[in-house]
């Protein structure tokens, strides 16, 4: 089998391994298309502190100067600051530099159009088309722009927040949270924000070096820092948040991860109970949202996988809440982005006003156990794998929208090709753990079966 | 074809047509593969792609595992001071010097703050050709920058050259032209430090060059009226990036470029005789002057890096280029206008004589530039023409750097531009009339 290859350009970007694929030769080129496409305009850029972040950002700089655009570098920030930027200034675009939840030797570019959102299929295409054409606009020595450093865009992102949810109320006890950041860009604003609001803080894994002290991904196996610290301290709850910071995974009092399909479910019941209307998420998020939405008498609609996908809907629906199963949570009120402060502001409130704690609040909803597995797939066999589920499972309801999605009796599963990786990964959802795991490894070994 | 110049002296061209931010980035990152990482300092001049070229060499650097200094806009001898005390392996330089304002170039510096020489220099094009680079990994990439500033040091380097208490006494009134350029940050500030009564002009590096960045008489109206006006002891005219000099006399008479070296070997071969070391296309006004103070003269080819080797070699005393371009050994072996101006006012100051005097005793020659544009795939061939021209004449010539004849009247040197695609014809003649005549001769000979 040939070496799965380091570098992946698509339209959710273009991602690579510094020191291997990621070469500021490319990069420089990628922001000279980005220019190109966006006109020569304002250009908003910002990193998570991976130790490649200073050269990629330099090699993006010298593109969009290059090729007419204006900079506005905000430094080390998480991306829905980026994208808050983007919006507040009317800027042309922005690129957000980082690769999330990948490895740290990964790095990446991400490009926000001039709403703030990330740039849609058909945008990136384009975007894509220029780039591999090679011809970008270059202005003349004379006409370069500059580049504007600007601090406190964070501050900036904090202050969005306080202005439209408030401080926690003053009444009830001080709430007591842990937070870990993963050393990731949420380092310093996530502790500032919560101690804005009026939370006390304990801060883990908040030095923003670009080590990374446990896997990037807010998964369940990958807490336990966070769960212990949480018990040791008494606290009421325990937030971590991925690299660049647009993730949230909750752990609950008593310093058990309750998965991070929860986050949006807690979020939506802040919401909600002050705003109905329509809510939105990907069609791999947890029954519980449904019940929740119901609770209320809103509609909810499931869309495609990656968030602009959600975003899309939700300007079409005017959603009062929106968001992912991986812990992305869209509060359009402040921002059209994933955003885990946003979404720690919103629990939190959710916890002061109902005087519950995360474990009560879970119990008013049936309960559902998510189960998730990955294989590694080539890539042309991946249609042959959805036709085998098609048939397979013909006689339950159907969702094809992205991959295949079944509503059994005992509960749901989805299969589906990544975007970034060359890996399927199978999800599936019970309100009994067991019958999750047994949906999971029957349809694994059908897949595998259909592989080999 | 655009112009485009990637040779021993760096890479030069027009931003916006050749001069990309891919060219910068890999040159960069060539360089970071050539000294094997290393700390590395970056310098530029105050042209508006001097940021834009900054981030792509920041970026290429950094790729190949190297550790930065920034030393902003400043200098490029400043730079390469400062290669030394802050003990680094090499710098890049974003200046192009004397060029237009569109243009930007990168120029390499080694450890001992000098120039790569030329196969030092041969060394890094086939690295950047061959296109394999150091890419350092996450573990070794440098996550972020130093900032120096390297002024004050220079400043304090020149000050241990001269006699700074006996120009201080004197409160010599000097104007400057610092064209906009990264002199507006060190040379009013050493002149303040020499006690000089300083009227400066466009010391302002936020604004365009005022005129072309290269001093010379047609660059230097503004200044001539300054030093007139202000009835100035001397006026110092400067290029972008702190090499080239330009001096007006107390009378506001503009010199010639080629006088700079001329005024400079004056002074400096009174004191001390010894070597002067010059390229073959400077005036042949330094062999008078060298004869007349018992002392000689070593020929180069044209360029910085061979003037450096030249008194390496010669343990020289001075050394300089027909450009304006002056090196004093003792602050170190490449041209600084700083060093020049220190050279000059510390003269002045100790003999009182006035710079129009002086120059009425040095050898005047009538010296003729002439540049002819050139395709870049013709410029070789061209010379190789009027090689063949001269050698069919039956006429000896010297090849060190392109073709120079010496003729009864004079001399004629031919040679293609290191940074542009031109050729420069140089003549001299003792009369104007004759260097016309030779200027007739050759471009009659290129023509063939």
């Known amino acids: 089998m040939r070496a799965i290859p380091t570098l992946k350009i698509s339209i959710s970007g273009v991602r690579g391994v510094i020191g291997q694929s990621l070469t500021p030769r490319l990069l420089t080129r990628f922001a000279q298309a980005f220019g190109t496409h966006t006109g020569s305009g304002t250009i908003v850029v910002g990193r998570d502190p991976r130790t490649s972040g200073e050269m990629v950002k330099h090699a993006v700089i010298a593109g969009i100067l290059s090729s007419g655009g204006r900079v506005v570098d905000i430094g080390v920030c998480p991306v829905p600051t980026v994208q808050l930027q983007v919006r507040r200034r009317k800027a ?36 894509l088309d220029i780039y591999h054409q090679g011809e970008y606009t270059k202005v003349g020595g004379d006409e370069i722009r500059t580049v504007e450093e600007v601090e406190g865009a964070t501050d900036a992102h904090i202050k969005s927040i306080i202005d439209e949810l408030g401080p926690l109320p003053e009444a009830g006890r001080k709430l007591r949270v842990v937070l870990d950041s993963c050393n990731g860009a949420g380092s310093i604003v996530g502790p500032k924000l919560l101690e804005a609001l009026g939370a006390e803080v304990i801060s883990i894994n908040t030095t923003p070096d670009g080590s990374f002290p446990r896997p990037a991904e807010p998964l369940p196996e990958n807490l336990g820092d966070l769960c212990d610290a949480v018990k040791k301290h008494h606290a009421d709850v325990g937030f971590a948040q991925d690299m660049d910071a647009d993730r949230l995974a909750i752990v609950s009092e008593q310093g058990t991860p309750i998965g991070e399909d929860y986050t949006l479910v807690l979020a939506a019941l802040y919401v909600l109970g002050h705003e109905r209307g329509p809510v939105v998420a990907n069609l791999s998020t947890t029954s519980a949202l449904e019940d929740v939405a119901r609770k209320f008498d809103c509609p909810l609609f499931l869309t495609k996988i990656g968030e602009v996908n959600v975003t899309d809907k939700m300007q079409q629906q005017n959603a009062v809440i929106g968001g992912e199963g991986n812990g992305g949570v869209i509060y359009p009120r402040i921002n059209f982005a994933r955003d885990s402060l946003v979404g720690m502001a919103l629990v939190l409130h959710l916890l002061a006003e109902s005087g519950k704690t995360v474990s009560q609040l879970l119990d008013q909803f049936p309960k559902y156990t998510v189960v998730k597995e990955r294989m590694v797939c080539p890539s042309e066999k991946i249609p042959a794998v959805l036709k085998m589920l098609r048939q397979e499972y013909g006689r339950f309801p159907l969702d094809t929208r992205d991959g295949v999605k079944v509503t059994l009796p005992e509960g749901w599963f989805l299969v589906r090709g990544s975007n970034t990786e060359p890996i399927i990964r199978v999800v599936a959802e019970s309100s009994e753990e067991s019958k999750a795991r047994e949906i999971v490894a029957r349809v694994y070994e059908q897949v595998a079966r259909c592989i080999t | 074809m655009k112009p485009l110049k990637i040779g021993i002296t760096g890479v030069r061209g027009i931003v916006g047509e050749t001069f990309t931010p891919e060219l910068a980035v890999e040159f960069a990152q060539a360089f970071g593969t050539y000294l094997d990482g290393g700390r590395i300092l970056v310098c530029r001049d105050t042209r508006p792609s001097g940021p834009m070229i900054r981030s792509a060499v920041l970026s290429g650097l950094l790729a190949a595992g190297c550790e930065i200094v920034d030393l902003g806009v400043c200098p490029t001898p400043s730079m390469q001071l400062a290669v030394k005390w802050l003990e680094a392996d090499g710098g890049i330089a974003i200046t192009a010097g004397h060029n237009p304002w569109r243009w930007n170039a990168l120029k390499f510096v080694r450890g001992d703050g000098l120039y790569l020489n030329a196969s030092q220099a041969e060394e890094l094009l086939d690295i950047f050709h061959q296109g394999e680079f150091l890419k350092a990994n996450w573990k070794v990439i440098r996550s972020s920058i130093e900032y120096a ?13 001269f006699a700074v208490d006996v120009i201080r006494k004197r409160r010599l009134v000097v104007a400057v032209d610092c064209c906009n350029g990264a002199c507006s940050f060190l040379s009013p500030r050493w002149l303040e430090t020499l006690g000089c009564e300083v009227l400066v002009l466009n010391n302002d590096p936020g604004a365009p060059f005022p005129h072309a960045p290269e001093p010379k008489p047609t660059t230097m109206a503004q200044l001539c009226a300054i030093v007139k006006a202000g009835r ?15 001096i007006v006399t107390d009378l506001g008479e503009p010199l010639s470029e080629e006088m700079t070296l001329a005024l400079a070997a004056e002074i400096r071969l009174r004191k001390q005789s010894g070597t002067v070391v010059t390229n073959v296309s400077t005036t042949q006004a330094i062999e008078c002057i060298a004869s007349q103070h018992g002392a000689n003269v070593v020929r180069t080819p044209v360029g910085q890096a061979y003037i450096s080797e030249g008194l390496l070699e010669h343990n020289g005393v001075l050394g300089g280029e027909g450009s304006g371009g002056i090196t004093v050994p003792e602050v170190h072996l490449t041209h600084d206008s700083a060093a020049a101006i220190g050279l000059i006012l510390e003269h002045l100051a100790q003999t009182a004589e006035h710079v129009s005097d002086m120059v009425q005793h040095l050898p005047r020659l009538a010296t003729l530039k002439h540049d002819v544009a050139v395709a870049p795939h013709r410029l070789y061939s061209v010379l190789q023409e009027f090689r063949s021209v001269v050698e069919q004449e039956g006429l000896t010539y010297d090849s060190i750097d392109g073709v120079k004849v010496t003729l009864p009247v004079g001399w004629v040197h031919v040679r293609a531009s290191n940074t542009e695609s031109i050729i420069r014809i140089i003549v001299e003649a003792k009369e104007k009339s004759k260097a016309v005549e030779l200027l007739d001769w050759t471009r009659d000979r290129l023509k063939k």
């Open chain 2, 232 to 246: 100035a002891d001397i006026g110092f005219a400067h290029d972008a990036d702190g090499e080239r000099l330009g």
């Open chain 1, 92 to 127: 042309h675009g922005g690129i957000a530099i980082t690769a999330s939840h990948n490895p740290a030797e990964w790095n990446a570019l991400k490009f926000i159009g001039p709403n703030g959102l990330f740039l849609d299929a058909g945008q990136a295409r384009e975007l």
């Open chain 2, 149 to 161: 500033d390297p002024i004050p040091k220079h400043i304090e380097t020149l000050k241990k050259a």
